[in-house]
Each structure stands twice: as C-alpha cells, then as structure tokens.
Nanobody, 119 residues
Framework: QVHLVESGGGLVQAGGSLRLSCAAS????????MGWFRQAPRKEREFVADISGSGGITHYADSVKGRFTISRDNAKNTVYLQMNSLKPEDTAVYYCAAKVTAFVDYSYWGQGTQVTVSS
C-alpha cells in the first residue's frame, strides 16, 4: 500500500504562487509515475500534470502549461507542483496520485489540498 499526503495549499491572490508537495510512504517505489489532478466545485476531476518515474518526462494540461511545473525528488519520495501566475479558475482541491507503471491507471490517491485563488 502507498500512502500519499499533499501539503502546501492555501489562499493566494491572483498572480501569486504556491508550491504543493506530495510525500509518499508505505510500500513505495521512488520510480512510480505520479501526477497531479484537481477538482473544482461542481466540476469533474481533471488532469493537471504528470511526471515519469525518473523525472525526465512531464506532461501538462493546456490550461496550466507555462505556469505550473511538476518535479520530483526521488531521494525524498516527494513530488512537487510549483504553481505561478495563479488565476481564480485554478481554485480547486488538488490531489496527487501514483501508479505502478506508466501503462495502468492511477492506483493511489492522496486526500487532497485546497487551493483558493482570490481575484
């Protein structure tokens, strides 16, 4: 079992920045592909960004490309999401997720951290 805990959420003004962290523990592999997702009120959960096990491959949703950066520190079993130039529409609960390989669905999810961007 893999346990994921997100942190770093909060309230920020539009144009500001936040860095989310996702710490993994339990039966973890430092090289699990991981991703960030978000869910705004009354909306479906949506993909934000993902990163390969080695950290060499990343993907972003068009809505965050150029503003958000995903990274990982495998020595610390932690994945980060640096969010810059935040907009009110980025307001959501942000979840990190992990999967055993790149070819399966995400199996492990954190409890989420709230990000609120005021205009």
């Amino acid at each position: 079992q893999v346990h994921l805990v997100e942190s770093g959420g909060g309230l920020v003004q539009a144009g500001g920045s936040l860095r989310l962290s996702c710490a993994a523990s339990g039966r973890t592999s430092s090289y699990y592909p991981m991703g960030w997702f978000r869910q705004a009120p009354r909306k479906e959960r949506e993909f934000v960004a993902d990163i390969s096990g080695s950290g060499g491959i990343t993907h972003y949703a068009d809505s965050v490309k150029g503003r958000f950066t995903i990274s990982r520190d495998n020595a610390k079993n932690t994945v980060y999401l640096q969010m810059n130039s935040l907009k009110p529409e980025d307001t959501a609960v942000y979840y990190c997720a992990a999967k055993v390989t790149a070819f399966v669905d995400y199996s492990y999810w954190g409890q989420g951290t709230q990000v609120t961007v005021s205009s």
